[in-house]
């Protein structure tokens, strides 16, 4: 069994927690978080509120740092440099995107294997729809457009740029937006300042992927993907999935696998996410997954501030490279 702890044990640490224990693999040996109140209560006998000693007393081979984004790489580091093997980090990355590339470059100079949990690349819904999309089912993929309500574009934005380079399978070659005004308090705390925004994403070939990122918003998480022989609409609000396809008679309702739901089970996509991790198979969500939404991310701000002018990736530019984005 693999030695493991988590770092941070707010409620997505928990949800995290939870998923852990249903993973035959993983012997979680040490919990750790600042704030010694989130430890009361815990079933597991070992916690910190001190990072370093948790390290060095405990040695775990694998580490779920669950904090709050701008820790993400400090904690990050300090684990590869250890010797932990086995790394899972909580979306973004990090808030620096120079950052998510050192990470990046370290974990492959010292062979650890990181997830981010970018989950929704293990939702079985979506798996089967990008099955559907690498066999030609739809033609050939040409509109993306996903919308979701809340903060912001870099807690929950960033998840929907990733969904659309699943569902792609590349990255973008340039990004256009406009980033909105602050709605809400972020719950978080004040130092976190994330709005949401609009967000173009091309692909080769004049393919696109519109989100809508929108605070002010109320309704569901909701996908809608386009090609050139079909259309597919998937509602995570009420689990509603819908297919039409071209026919000689125009469009018709494609059939679906029987009970087909579109069900946002975080726990359980943090258990897939896992397994994938401490396996030796290939990992859908990688650290490159990651380091992607953290260089559309800071893209999108500088397009908003330069005119909404697209922003040609990869990222070069030295201040964009350290910019810092305050969210979580």
Same mark, same amino acid.
């Given at each position: 069994?693999?030695?493991? %702890?988590?770092?941070?044990?707010?409620?997505?640490?928990? *949800?995290?927690?939870?998923?852990?224990?249903?993973?035959?693999?993983?012997? &979680?040996?040490? #919990?750790?978080?600042?704030?010694?109140?989130?430890?009361?209560?815990?079933?597991?006998?070992?916690?910190?509120?001190?990072?370093?000693?948790? &390290?060095?007393?405990?040695?775990?081979?694998?580490?779920?740092?669950?904090?709050?984004?701008?820790?993400?790489?400090?904690?990050?580091?300090?684990?590869?440099?250890?010797?932990? !093997?086995? #790394?899972?980090?909580?979306?973004?990355?990090?808030?620096? &995107?120079? +950052?998510?590339?050192? /990470?990046?470059?370290?974990?492959?100079?010292?062979?650890?294997?990181?997830?981010?949990?970018?989950?929704?690349?293990?939702?079985?819904?979506?798996?089967?729809?990008?099955?559907?999309?690498? !066999?030609?089912?739809?033609?050939? /993929?040409?509109?993306?457009?996903?919308?979701?309500?809340?903060?912001?574009?870099?807690?929950?934005?960033?998840?929907?740029?990733?969904?659309?380079?699943?569902?792609?399978?590349?990255?973008?070659?340039?990004?256009?937006?406009?980033?909105? +005004?602050?709605? @809400?308090?972020?719950?978080?705390?004040?130092? =976190?300042?994330?709005?949401?925004?609009?967000?173009?994403?091309?692909?080769?070939?004049?393919?696109?992927?519109?989100?809508?990122?929108?605070?002010?918003?109320?309704?569901?998480?909701?996908?809608?993907?386009?090609?050139?022989?079909?259309? &597919?609409?998937?509602?995570?609000?009420?689990? *509603?999935?819908?297919?039409?396809?071209?026919?000689?008679?125009?469009?018709?309702?494609?059939? /679906?696998?029987?009970?087909?739901?579109?069900?946002?089970?975080?726990?359980?996509?943090?258990?897939?996410?896992? +397994?994938?991790?401490?396996?030796?198979?290939?990992? !859908?969500?990688?650290?490159?997954?990651?380091?992607?939404?953290?260089?559309? @991310?800071?893209?999108?701000?500088?397009? %908003?501030?330069?005119?909404?002018?697209?922003?040609?990736?990869?990222?070069?530019?030295?201040?964009? /490279?350290?910019? =810092?984005?305050?969210?979580?």
């Amino acid at each position: 069994m693999i030695k493991t %702890a988590i770092v941070g044990l707010g409620p997505h640490g928990q *949800r995290i927690m939870v998923a852990c224990k249903q993973i035959d693999a993983i012997n &979680l040996v040490a #919990l750790v978080d600042r704030n010694v109140e989130a430890l009361y209560g815990v079933s597991i006998d070992r916690v910190y509120t001190d990072y370093s000693k948790m &390290l060095s007393e405990q040695r775990p081979e694998c580490v779920i740092i669950s904090t709050n984004g701008p820790s993400h790489y400090v904690l990050a580091m300090e684990a590869i440099k250890v010797g932990v !093997k086995y #790394l899972l980090v909580s979306k973004p990355l990090t808030c620096r &995107l120079a +950052e998510a590339i050192k /990470l990046f470059e370290m974990a492959r100079k010292n062979s650890v294997r990181v997830a981010v949990d970018h989950g929704l690349r293990y939702d079985t819904t979506f798996e089967y729809v990008s099955g559907l999309i690498k !066999k030609g089912t739809f033609g050939t /993929l040409l509109h993306v457009y996903i919308m979701r309500n809340g903060i912001g574009l870099g807690c929950l934005g960033v998840h929907s740029f990733d969904l659309a380079n699943s569902l792609f399978g590349s990255f973008p070659n340039r990004v256009s937006a406009w980033v909105d +005004e602050p709605v @809400l308090r972020n719950p978080r705390g004040d130092q =976190f300042v994330d709005p949401g925004g609009t967000v173009i994403l091309k692909y080769p070939n004049g393919r696109r992927a519109i989100i809508e990122q929108s605070e002010a918003a109320t309704g569901s998480f909701f996908t809608e993907i386009h090609g050139t022989k079909g259309k &597919l609409q998937l509602d995570s609000k009420t689990g *509603r999935v819908v297919g039409q396809i071209k026919s000689d008679q125009g469009l018709e309702d494609f059939k /679906l696998p029987e009970g087909m739901a579109l069900m946002h089970d975080t726990i359980t996509l943090m258990k897939r996410t896992l +397994e994938s991790l401490v396996s030796n198979q290939p990992i !859908k969500a990688d650290i490159e997954v990651g380091l992607r939404s953290v260089e559309i @991310l800071v893209a999108a701000y500088q397009s %908003a501030e330069n005119g909404n002018v697209p922003v040609s990736l990869p990222v070069t530019d030295e201040k964009e /490279l350290n910019r =810092f984005l305050p969210v979580t």
